[in-house]
């Protein structure tokens, strides 16, 4: 990654932002920012189509089956903990088609809707499992998905709890800073993202999922190729932001 001068980095309406990179001729610059443009809306759009058809056929897969409360598991996770906070950490984005022509405070609003929404899914999903697991007698968290589960079921709610704090960041200026806040909130969210990925890509290798009729290796393969995709679409601007934030906290150093 280029080196982006510490002193030319921009804050405008509150989004951190890279400077213009001065030594490249207007033409040129215009002509690679436009492609670059044009290739992280193309990727947002890839990404949206991914996690809406991935959870679709999730849900489809649960309730093809006869019904179970355990069905609601699988169901409401990859709702809330693919779908929906996938398109929270992506309204913060400017690439996003949906969101990015929305001001920041809006995009804002957005994401924090969105990912209560997400916590709210997720809880109720964890909920169902472990109630589920009592009914039938099982172990809890003996299993690699059960514990990267808790694992982001705990961080979901670190992190949430964590954005009320960046939401009203202003208010607690006298004992911590602002933008230290949001950089926190903002890297505590890529990791939860992370873990609810890797959760994601173990529940694979679940008997439920293996045990499917439309199972085989090359739907479990494609399955897991698509959560990669859609996670390294929904981070690479998490990551950028986060990026951005550390050079402006060192700056002001
Ligand atoms: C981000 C999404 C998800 C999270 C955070 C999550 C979390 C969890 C947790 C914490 C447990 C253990 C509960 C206990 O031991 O009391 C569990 C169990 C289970 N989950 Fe998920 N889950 C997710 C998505 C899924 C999906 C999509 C599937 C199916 C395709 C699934 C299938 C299962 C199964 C079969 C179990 C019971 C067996 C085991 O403990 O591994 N989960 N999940």
């Not at 916590?119 to 998905?145: D, E, M, P, Q, R």
């Amino acid at each position: 990654m280029e080196d982006v001068p510490l002193s030319s980095v921009t804050e405008c309406d509150g989004a951190v932002r890279a400077p213009p990179h001065d030594n490249i001729k207007d033409g040129e610059a215009h002509g690679t920012s436009r492609v670059a443009n044009t290739m992280s809306s193309a990727s947002a759009v890839i990404c949206h189509l991914i996690l809406v058809a991935f959870t679709l056929y999730i849900v489809i897969l649960c309730f093809n089956d006869s019904y179970k409360l355990f069905l609601w598991h699988p169901s409401l996770m990859t709702i809330g903990g693919f779908l929906l906070m996938a398109e929270a950490v992506m309204a913060m984005s400017q690439d996003n088609p949906i969101c990015g022509r929305f001001g920041r405070s809006s995009r804002i609003q957005i994401h924090w809707i969105l990912q209560a929404l997400a916590a709210s899914f997720i809880y109720i999903g964890f909920l169902v499992i472990v109630i589920n697991k009592n009914l039938n007698n099982k172990h809890h968290f003996h299993t690699w998905h059960s514990i990267f589960g808790l694992i982001t079921v705990i961080m979901v709610g670190m992190t949430s709890s964590g954005g009320v704090g960046a939401l009203y960041s202003v208010r607690t200026k006298e004992f911590i800073r602002p933008a230290l806040i949001k950089l926190i909130h903002n890297i505590a969210g890529i990791i939860t993202y992370f873990f609810g990925a890797i959760c994601m890509i173990l529940s694979m290798y679940s008997d439920w999922f293996t045990t499917r009729e439309s199972h085989s290796n090359a739907t479990q393969v494609i399955c897991i190729l698509l959560i990669v995709l859609s996670s390294v679409f929904t981070l690479q601007s998490a990551a950028r932001s986060a990026y951005l934030k550390i050079i402006q906290n060192c700056s002001r150093h």
